[in-house]
């Protein structure tokens, strides 16, 4: 089986999916070093069970997996991250690169969402997944990650135009 | 969905901040890593051979002998308390007992929670946990008598399933 992880293109792999992973990662835990353990840890068990890499929907199920562990695992700390990043939310790294004014108004619109809208719009824009991978990922159906998508796009369109 | 073309185009022109270039490094070096345990584990896993542990041979006997002496205490007093014990009631005969056929049973699941997916030890996939809470009844009648006994019980249970997205 050709697209089976193995040891010479988790490179490539990473590279195409490290930046949506990070960003998806970044919804539980505000720290950026939080989000890139996150991502390893999830990256390594996935590679070293040795994956069909198309199986993107179980490398984003094993990415919110471990960032759940971690909440519960530490759930004050994250409850000070939490308090942290809301009284001083410049001083957290931005989660997109260089961004001009009114795009920095839809990142902030985007940070609004609720979570469970949130994840789904992360999945979909930044990594392209299916309406089916989604569900999978998320343990939710098929309808419902399509419903979600279209509440987010709705309440950012809202945003978009009062601009 | 053409309604959000617009947003979704402002969307994608915002690209993901990229991860840096020390976790590459770090996940080259856990995956190293989990190469030489591996190796290694292959290397010091030897096959186990037999090993007689006199000392715990010899516990063990002297614990089941104690066990058979209290035993034989324990039969030989047997019918002296049976005799002291006085009986207002006649003891079921077993005839009366086995005659209680059972009527039915029914299981009412009453809450159901999909705790998500989970990574089980042991297991290469995803497991999607669904716990159930249900409350479980057992009839039985005697048609001789027409006595009924019933007993109902709540009752949780767990079922992981995989789950394979491939």
């Known amino acids: 089986m050709d697209n089976v992880a193995t040891h010479e293109d988790w490179k490539v792999c990473f590279s195409e999916f490290g930046p949506g992973l990070l960003l998806f990662a970044r919804q539980w835990v505000r720290s950026p070093t939080d989000a890139e353990d996150i991502v390893q840890e999830a990256f390594v068990k996935f590679w070293r069970r040795n994956h069909r890499i198309d199986n993107r929907a179980l490398l984003y199920a094993t990415v919110r997996s471990i960032a759940l562990d971690l909440i519960r695992r530490d759930s004050r700390r994250a409850r000070r991250e939490a308090e942290a990043f809301s009284d001083a939310e410049q001083s957290i790294e931005p989660q997109f690169e260089l961004v001009d004014e009114s795009q920095q108004a839809l990142v902030a619109a985007i940070d609004r969402l609720p979570h469970e809208q949130r994840e789904v719009l992360v999945m979909k824009i930044w990594s392209e997944l299916t309406f089916a991978e989604i569900a999978t990922a998320l343990g939710i159906s098929h309808n419902t990650a399509a419903s979600r998508y279209r509440y987010a796009l709705n309440a950012l369109k809202k945003n978009f135009q009062t601009q | ?166």
């Open chain 2, 1 to 166: 969905m053409n309604d959000f073309s617009e947003i979704e185009n402002e969307l994608k022109k915002l690209r993901p901040a990229r991860p840096s270039e020390d976790l590459a490094a770090r996940i080259e070096c856990a995956l190293a890593e989990a190469d030489r345990s591996a190796i290694t584990a292959a290397i010091v896993t030897k096959p186990r051979r037999f090993h007689l542990n006199w000392l715990s041979l010899g516990l063990g006997l002297a614990a089941a002998a104690a066990f058979l002496v209290f035993a034989r205490i324990n039969v030989d007093r047997t019918p002296a308390q049976t005799n002291r014990v006085a009986q207002n009631t006649p003891a079921p005969s077993p005839s009366s007992i086995s005659s209680f056929i059972p009527t039915g049973a029914t299981q009412v699941v009453y809450h159901t929670h999909d705790e998500g997916l989970h990574f089980t030890a042991g297991y290469e996939e995803p497991m999607r946990r669904i716990r159930y809470q249900k409350r479980e009844t057992l009839q039985w009648r005697n048609p001789n008598t027409g006595a009924s006994l019933r007993v109902s019980y709540p009752s949780e249970e767990v079922v992981l399933t995989p789950v394979s997205g491939q």
